[in-house]
């Protein structure tokens, strides 16, 4: 065999095992996917392993078949043992709380109605999207009754994501428990990890001075939500929030370990009660820049109704 050929096989063969190696550890019964009514987005979802009985979440997100999230982690930080040993429950041992979580199950619907706002830039809003439910469990067991309290070692959490014609977004919803366990969030593991080349609109605090950065070279600094940035292939994406109640304000960092990579800093720790859901992280992409405006709906659509029963 001629020995450049053999070479170029074997250069071939390095750059694949690696990547065969990663994919193996995708656990396959995991993934999930949701797309946008009109199809233009793809959310994916999938847990891999990444140790014995340790598993991490990650998702995808494309826009017309282009890539707008490359694999980022999933996941809430919370810290338990306090409110555990307090009502002798034994403490979990995982060192991140989403690792060993467990999906039991995924629902999904549709929604498709319009609704009137108070005011704005439309008489009339359209809300229609679908939507995807995964439901995960923590911990073996029904949980030991004590003087008919409930000493569970169970938890429950959800992961709820809307796929809009104007983006997506996903929350963490914790529904009700029967122990009445706190839970104390220090921060979260949603990343938001980029094409290499992206360039940020970063800002450092409400109403400051723009400037477009690229993702690296930013230290402990901050940028503000929502952010805009620019991708290679000329997309223009928005990171921001909805429905921020009872929750601790968040801005985005850069990664220390992983390049072209965002991650969502908390001002402080939460201290929740079940049924909680926390506020939505939303995506959203434009061929132009004005296509963010344009589809700003997704914003009202995920925020709640007017409380107001007269708004005359």
Known sequence: MNVNRMKKRILLLLLVIPALLKAQDVMTGTRQELTSPDGAYRFTFYQRAVGEDNVQMYYTLTYKNRPVIEESKLGVLIENQLFESALGIPNDTCHFWCENLKLTGTERR?????????????????D????????????????????????????????????????VAFRYHFPETTNGLFL?????????????????????????????????????????????????????VALLEAEMVDYARGKFRLSAEKPSTLETSLYSSVDIISPYSTPWRVIMAGERPVDLINNNDIVLNLNPACKLADTS
């Open 128 to 167: 229609c999207y679908n939507e995807m439910t995964l439901k995960f469990k923590k911990g073996e067991g029904d949980g030991v009754q004590d003087g008919g309290y409930d000493k569970r070692k169970n938890y429950f959490m959800n992961i709820i994501v809307r796929a809009y014609d104007e983006g």
């Open 110 to 126: 549709k929604a498709d109605e319009t609704w009137k706002p108070v005011y704005g830039e439309r008489a009339e809003i359209r």
């Open 184 to 236: 104390h969030i220090i921060g979260e593991q949603t990343s938001f990890t980029m094409p290499q080349g992206t360039m940020a609109y970063y800002e450092r605090w409400a109403q400051g001075p723009y400037a477009l950065r690229p993702l690296e070279g930013w230290g402990k600094e901050e940028s503000e939500r929502p952010l805009t940035l620019k991708l290679p292939d000329g997309l223009s």
